[in-house]
């Protein structure tokens, strides 16, 4: 017990708070659609309870995925973030169809909200929350990306960074990306439907929110399905070569990979030398090699290993060296 607390504290920060806030909204935007019956609250309410049980199981997945290889799983754990990540937009999808399905019943069948002084509080409230919790994943992916930012260029520059995030913030930053757009899009339906009339509105609020948590479940599941298998980190390949091709020691690369392990990478290299160089010589090489690598960005595990050169050019660079990392 006292490891798995250890193991928690290293958990992702920002989908463990966006659980709990997601949670609370949840509640209160069921409370709302209880006392309301309207229907794009209901999409909300299915959106942040969807939220806040899949953001829990990430947040417990990014951490125990940081647990220490053993003897039954010599690999570690790393890609267990990705597989929690996979369970996770399962839920979202289920509650997205719910919401598609409630949206298209209000279309066709409208029903007259009440009490709509509620329905606007709480998604107000929803909305700041939830925006609050963007911004906090949004300056979590800039400093993974070591880039400075403020509460007006987060969001902007987490865009240009999100490729390079966490595996669980970026999901806590998609997810909250689509339910502050979702509560303001609620929010506009709530009152057309009450000034207009137009109670179909809150129908066609609720299948947008259901079809962009949809986009949420495709991008998500593509991206942690290559997680599972295992996909190269081609900038940190790219850049990793250069970083061993600068030691005069190395000929040439026979062999680089660079695995994404859920939130770590994980570097193997067969590189090659002068054949008549001494053991020991060799030895201090490779020590080198394994403190540079080790010290790059997210790098956890780092094989090295050495080949006669054969005087034949084996590896060819990518593309240019990125300035970013170097």
Not at 156 to 172: D, G, M, N, Q
Not at 223 to 251: F, K, Q, S, W
Not at 269 to 281: C, N
């Amino acid at each position: 017990m006292k490891d798995l607390w250890k193991l928690l504290k290293h958990g992702n920060k920002p989908s463990l708070l966006a659980a709990f806030v997601n949670l609370f909204l949840g509640i209160i935007k069921l409370i709302a659609y209880v006392f309301t019956g309207n229907v794009a609250m209901f999409a909300e309410t299915m959106h942040s309870l969807g939220d806040a049980a899949n953001q829990f199981f990430v947040f417990i997945g990014s951490a125990l995925s940081k647990k220490s290889p053993t003897k039954q799983f010599p690999k570690g754990f790393g890609r267990l973030v990705n597989l929690v990540c996979l369970g996770a937009v399962l839920i979202v999808g289920i509650l997205s169809y719910e919401t598609v399905i409630e949206g298209w019943h209000q279309i066709t069948h409208p029903v007259e909200s009440s009490k709509v002084w509620i329905s606007v509080i709480v998604l107000l409230i929803g909305i700041v929350l939830e925006g609050s919790v963007l911004l906090k994943a949004s300056k979590e992916i800039a400093h993974d990306a070591g880039t400075k930012v403020n509460a007006m260029t987060a969001i902007p520059k987490a865009f240009t960074h999100l490729s390079s995030a966490r595996p669980a913030t970026k999901l806590v930053f998609m997810e909250d990306l689509v339910a502050t757009s979702g509560g303001v899009l609620a929010l506009l339906s709530v009152v057309i439907s009450h000034t207009t009339g137009f109670m179909q509105a809150e129908g066609i609020a609720s299948i947008l929110i259901g079809l962009m948590m949809f986009y949420v479940v495709g991008v998500v599941f593509l991206e942690n399905a290559r997680g599972v298998i295992g996909e190269t980190d081609e900038e940190m390949l790219n850049h990793i070569a250069y970083l061993v091709l600068d030691d005069p020691n190395i000929r040439d690369i026979k062999q680089l990979e660079v695995v994404k392990e859920g939130e770590s990478l994980h570097v193997e290299l067969i590189a090659e030398v002068d054949p008549t160089l001494s053991f020991a010589y060799v030895d201090d090489i490779r020590d080198h090699l394994v403190d540079i690598l080790l010290s790059q960005k997210n790098v956890s595990k780092v094989t090295v290993s050495f080949d006669e050169d054969n005087a034949v050019k084996d590896w060819k660079h990518i593309g240019e060296r990125p300035d970013a990392l170097s």
